[in-house]
């Protein structure tokens, strides 16, 4: 049917609408937005694979989002434009930067890493952060800046000069562990930016 005949979307119509915030189309109306609580589609995260790059190389979280959405498009990732680093600046919160999915978040092999967005940053993960865009394992440290328990920029001066300034080496970056899943795997420790690291980087809308 065309024109005004034309019958108004609805879940269960076959056809998934995002202008709707639908994520699925099974019909079942049980959802706030007409469609299964848990019918929700899993995002991909996944930590970069080589070259790293030293805290202030990364020309900041543009940069940074940048290299996120090459490593994706690169191995054929769905969606690879729409990639962001987990990383916070001094004055933005990753978890401000960041669309929270409302499914799952899962390795590029469908490993489970955490149940929600909120779960990410605030419970233990399922299993760590450990392979690449490629599924190669890298069990390397990925720079954050980012606070566990919250998603929000960790205080003081530990973001290497908003991750923009590659020559001062009394710079300090906060970084997280690839093969953790406790608060440390997003807040390990800080190091001097001059270190060589990776990022973690999700999908997002």
């Known amino acids: 049917t065309t024109g005004t005949d034309a019958p108004e979307p609805f879940c269960g119509d076959g056809v998934v609408q995002p202008e709707r915030n639908e994520e699925c189309d099974d019909g079942d109306p049980s959802g706030d937005d007409g469609c299964s609580v848990t019918c929700k589609r899993d995002r991909f995260i996944f930590v970069t694979s080589p070259p790293y790059f030293r805290g202030g190389e990364l020309f900041g979280l543009m940069g940074a989002d940048n290299y996120c959405v090459s490593r994706a498009s690169m191995a054929g990732l769905p969606n690879p434009l729409k990639y962001r680093a987990i990383l916070s600046d001094?004055?933005?919160?990753?978890?401000?930067?960041?669309?929270?999915?409302a499914g799952r978040y899962t390795l590029v092999d469908g490993t489970l890493i955490a149940d929600t967005a909120i779960e990410l940053f605030t419970v233990p993960l399922h299993h760590p952060i450990d392979l690449d865009e490629l599924g190669q394992p890298a069990y390397v440290g990925a720079w954050t800046g980012t606070r566990h328990g919250t998603g929000r920029a960790a205080p003081g001066d530990v973001h290497c000069d908003d991750w923009a300034n590659p020559d001062d080496l009394k710079l300090y970056g906060v970084f997280g562990w690839t093969d953790e899943i406790d608060a440390t795997w997003i807040e390990a420790d800080v190091t001097n930016c001059n270190a060589q690291q990776a990022l973690y980087c999700l999908e997002q809308k």
Request: hydrophobic content about 25%; charged content about 25%.
């Open 90 to 101: 001094s004055s933005t919160d990753a978890v401000e930067r960041l669309y929270p999915g």
